[in-house]
Each structure stands twice: as C-alpha cells, then as structure tokens.
T-cell receptor
C-alpha cells in the first residue's frame, strides 16, 4: 500500500506565478520529509527537506510546509521559472533515516 | 559532492538473460538502494542494504537479487530478464547523522533497461 501519495500527476503554471505541489502520507512514524526534482533521463536530485518537528522550511524560491495533523505537506515555488519544469517527487523517511518512501510524482510544466 | 555512478545509461537485453546493474558511490555511505521508476508508479524500492553483505527486500523484490561485497558497490541482478522488467533503474546511497539534519538519498543518473 502506497504510504506516500501525490494525487496530482501534472500541474501547469505560468512563469512568475506560484507552483504548489501537494503530498499526503499515511504513516505517522515518518520523521523526515523530502522533495526531489527529476529531469528526464537523469536521476532525482535533492531539493529541500523538513523535519517533523517543524512546520515550514524555506530555501530561496522553495518552501515546504508540513501539516502533521493532516499528514500533508506541500512544496511552494515562487516565482516559478521555465527551468523548474520537471517531475517532483515527495519522499518520507523514518527516524532511522535508512529508508525512503516515494510518492508517484507530479510533472510540473512552467509556461513561459 | 556525493557521486553515485551507475555502470550503464542504456541497456538492451533479451528475455531470459541474466542482467547485472552496477552502482558505485564514493562517499562511504552506509545505506544503498535500488529503485525502479515507471510512469504513474513513481519510485518503487526493490532492495536496500545498510551494510556490507546485508540486504533487505523492498516493495518489489520478485525477479531480482542484489549483492554488496564492498561498502561502495551495490549490484542489482535480474536473474532471468523479462519484458515487464523494462524500466528506469535508479541506484541511491545515503548517510544519516542526526546532527546533519534530515537524511538525504543521492541518486545515480539511472539505467534505462529495455528487455526484448
């Protein structure tokens, strides 16, 4: 059973606007949450993470929000740029840090 | 920077062949993983290893085996390749230290395997 879910397979956003990617999880034992970005024919690259003791983490144009009671996290990209067009994977890890559970991905297209 | 290197970018194999996918990491990470990525299914864990000669099954281990004889190298073996194993295979390594914050998995560039 999928423990990390991304219910939107795709998202299109105009350049300069905000992109919001969503992720839900089922296991309350997850302690860390990560976002990865993946271009075609390349491996995923780490983007940003958040610990379960926080509700927000920011890095430049990227902000991740965590709502533990709802078991929901989101990634905000502001402003969106055409180079942000990629597949974004949400991932969760328990406190041992030795496993990563990935969602199915959301394909983001930023329209110039 | 962490480097995870997969031996091939593209492979074409015949049904029934034994296939070896090799992965090497250069950062002395304890944990290594093999995932496959398929459209609409995301990244699914095949096997992982948290130490030399140790291995654990992931979500979809059937038809695969792994080998970790040295810390830096993690091999995925398709015992008898089948067409439903056509996929993108991704190797990753990770290290987790509480003082460094969240664990991170570092991925290789991927191997696109086609079984005909």
């Amino acid at each position: 059973d999928q423990q990390v879910k991304q219910n939107s397979p795709s998202l299109s956003v105009q350049e300069g606007r905000i992109s919001i990617l969503n992720c839900d999880y089922t296991n309350s034992m997850f302690d860390y949450f990560l976002w990865y970005k993946k271009y075609p024919a390349e491996g995923p690259t780490f983007l940003i993470s958040i610990s379960s003791i926080k509700d927000k983490n920011e890095d430049g144009r990227f902000t991740v929000f965590l709502n533990k009671s709802a078991k929901h996290l989101s990634l905000h990209i502001v402003p969106s740029q055409p180079g942000d067009s990629a597949v974004y994977f949400c991932a969760a890890s328990p406190n041992t840090g030795n496993q990563f559970y990935f969602g199915t991905g959301t394909s983001l297209t930023v329209i110039p | 920077d962490v480097k995870v290197t997969q031996s091939s970018r593209y492979l074409v194999k015949r049904t029934g062949e034994k296939v070896f996918l090799e992965c090497v990491q250069d950062m002395d990470h304890e944990n290594m993983f093999w995932y496959r990525q398929d459209p609409g299914l995301g990244l699914r864990l095949i096997y992982f290893s948290y130490d030399v000669k140790m291995k654990e099954k992931g979500d979809i281990p059937e038809g695969y085996s792994v080998s970790r004889e040295k810390k830096e190298r993690f091999s995925l073996i398709l015992e008898s390749a089948s067409t439903n194993q056509t996929s993108m295979y991704l190797c990753a390594s990770s290290l987790f230290l509480v003082e460094l914050g969240a664990p991170k998995a570092f991925f290789g560039q991927g191997t696109r395997l086609t079984v005909v």
